[in-house]
């Protein structure tokens, strides 16, 4: 399918926030995800927003979706060295998968 | 309950082999999936099954078979093991479409020498 496009890398100062940026390819989609992984560990699900939202806030994250530009963003406040994971952007594809982007590394350094 | 399990955590193949990898979930979830995550690849579909006997392929599904027998279990069979195979594979399940929460196992790390 068509690529879900995320940076590859992200280097952040702790107490500093982070912004990993996304562009997705379905406008149709209705949900869209961030999920983060942590070194050998499964996806978790961290937040959502859905289609008709503008933004979303949940505690120190905030996720900023403009549906035109089909861009997508997650922001963490307040960044701690344990934040340091994989932060994967996914959409729906056909109405039942996700198809997930490439995946944003952020290191977070002391 | 336990989520969604995945068994084995680890395993190595010869080229030619063939194994069943085991995903079970214990949410009554109707959609279930297989993707294989590797490095600089993101995780990618291999099949999806959106209830008991009902089974569709992703965007990577060759040299990969499934069935749902049940709603709990979506094994992964690999037919005849190869080195391009090699890869870290996840099973994940979802109530419905409403439902917006996708749960991921734990993951199963192959290695087909």
């Known amino acids: 399918g068509e690529d879900v496009e995320q940076s590859l890398f992200l280097s952040v100062r702790e107490g500093d926030s982070s912004v990993i940026n996304c562009t997705y390819t379905d406008s149709s989609s209705t949900y869209l995800y961030w999920y983060k992984q942590e070194p050998g560990a499964g996806l978790q699900l961290l937040t959502y927003?859905?289609?008709?939202?503008d933004m979303k806030q949940d505690q120190r994250l905030t996720v900023l979706l403009n549906k035109k530009d089909k861009h997508l963003s997650l922001r963490i406040a307040d960044t701690q060295t344990g934040d340091s994971a994989i932060y994967f952007c996914?959409?729906?594809?056909?109405?039942?998968?996700?198809?997930f982007g490439k995946g944003t590394s952020l290191l977070v350094t002391p | 309950n336990a989520g969604v399990t995945q068994t084995p955590k680890f395993q190595v193949l010869k080229t030619g082999q063939s194994m069943t990898l085991q995903c079970a979930q214990d949410m009554n979830h109707e959609y279930m999936s297989w993707y294989r995550q590797d490095p600089g690849m993101g995780l990618r579909l291999i099949h999806y099954?959106?209830?008991?006997?009902?089974?569709d392929q992703g965007e990577v599904p060759n040299g990969y078979n499934v069935s749902r027998s049940t709603t709990e279990d979506f094994p992964l069979r690999l037919l005849s093991a190869a080195p391009s195979q090699t890869s870290v594979y996840f099973c994940a399940s979802r109530q419905d479409l409403g439902r917006n929460e996708q749960f991921f196992g734990p993951g199963t790390r192959l290695t087909v020498l």
């Open positions: 996914a959409e729906i594809a056909n109405g039942y998968a996700l198809n």
């Open positions: 927003i859905f289609s008709n939202m």
């Open positions: 099954s959106v209830g008991a006997g009902i089974t």
